[in-house]
């Protein structure tokens, strides 16, 4: 335990783990569930998210959380979930969910590694928090989680040809001749974003603004896992890594072979914010 994180009375714990406020109207009723082992920071989150208006459910292990997961799956708006739990660790925990559930998933962690981040995100987390950490933080992520799944993104055509792919945003799915290519959630929403606009350079907050959403506080490094593992399948599938290229100090950029470059050199940047 840490005190960036406030300890709770055992009174005050068993009056509040737990509770849930009434209907869906907003945000502000979502519904998160609280997958942390440690009694007392299970209670001191759940206390604070039901201060906060949302309706909350708890799981002490990963077994009950996913069981809890499953049974409230069109209500759940959330997943908080610790790594480190007892028998089947987070990492297990995310990976059974994945197969059951598209819920937006906030990974909460007392390693901070870059291979947790990495491992975290390729298991099809959303975010990543880092023990210890403050509560204002902890909770500006899930509010900015719930309002990006409650908010509808804008519709792009319904299909994109950029050279030998055929990107389908509404089906999404992105194919070379025949071959889908198995694309994470995040990864194609990149390439959905790169290739409406090629040429044009993204920098890396509007990637994140444009896929993890504007109020997202994500670690600009979750864009660069992200393109690179997007690279490596469009490189797998012959389209070659280089339609994504790095603009050094400005971001990405998507530019097929047969669209040259600018007399400079430079490639369009995006206008600025």
């Known amino acids: 335990m840490t005190d960036r994180?406030?300890?709770?009375?055992?009174?005050?714990?068993?009056?509040?783990e737990g509770a849930a406020t009434s209907g869906r109207s907003g945000a502000e009723q979502a519904t998160v569930l609280v997958v942390e082992d440690d009694p007392v920071l299970r209670s001191t989150?759940?206390?604070?998210?039901?201060?906060?208006?949302?309706?909350?459910?708890?799981?002490?292990?990963g077994e009950t959380g996913l069981d809890v997961a499953h049974r409230e799956d069109d209500r759940l708006d959330l997943?908080?979930?610790?790594?480190?739990?007892p028998g089947m660790n987070g990492f297990q925990v995310l990976r059974q969910?994945?197969?059951?559930s598209a819920v937006p998933v906030l990974i909460l962690s007392a390693r901070g590694e870059e291979q947790d981040l990495v491992d975290g995100l390729e298991l099809g987390a959303d975010d990543y928090v880092v023990k210890p950490f403050a509560l204002r933080e902890l909770l500006a992520r899930v509010r900015a989680a719930v309002r990006r799944r409650a908010i509808p993104s804008a519709r792009p055509p319904a299909v994109l040809h950029r050279g030998p792919l055929r990107i389908e945003p509404e089906r999404r799915r992105a194919l070379v001749g025949e071959r889908e290519l198995k694309l994470?959630?995040?990864?194609?929403?990149?390439?959905?974003?790169l290739t409406m606009e090629p040429g044009r350079i993204f920098g890396r907050q509007d990637l994140l603004d444009s896929i993890w959403g504007e109020e997202a506080i994500v670690d600009e490094r979750t864009v660069d896992v992200h393109i690179?593992?997007?690279?490596?399948?469009l490189s797998e599938a012959g389209v070659?890594?280089?339609?994504?290229?790095?603009?050094?100090?400005?971001?990405?950029?998507?530019?097929?072979?047969?669209?040259?470059?600018?007399?400079s050199g430079e490639f369009r940047s995006s206008p600025s914010r």
């Not at 994180?5 to 509040?16: E, F, I, M, N, Q």
């Open 184 to 193: 994470r959630p995040k990864e194609f929403g990149l390439l959905v974003v």
């Open 228 to 233: 690179s593992w997007l690279r490596a399948k």
């Open 79 to 85: 997943v908080i979930l610790d790594l480190m739990l």
């Open 45 to 61: 989150i759940s206390y604070n998210l039901v201060r906060a208006g949302y309706r909350v459910l708890t799981a002490g292990d």
């Open 5 to 16: 994180v406030p300890a709770l009375t055992s009174t005050t714990v068993a009056a509040t």
């Open 240 to 263: 070659g890594p280089d339609v994504i290229r790095t603009v050094y100090g400005a971001g990405y950029t998507f530019v097929l072979a047969s669209e040259p470059e600018t007399a």
């Open 97 to 100: 969910l994945r197969g059951q």
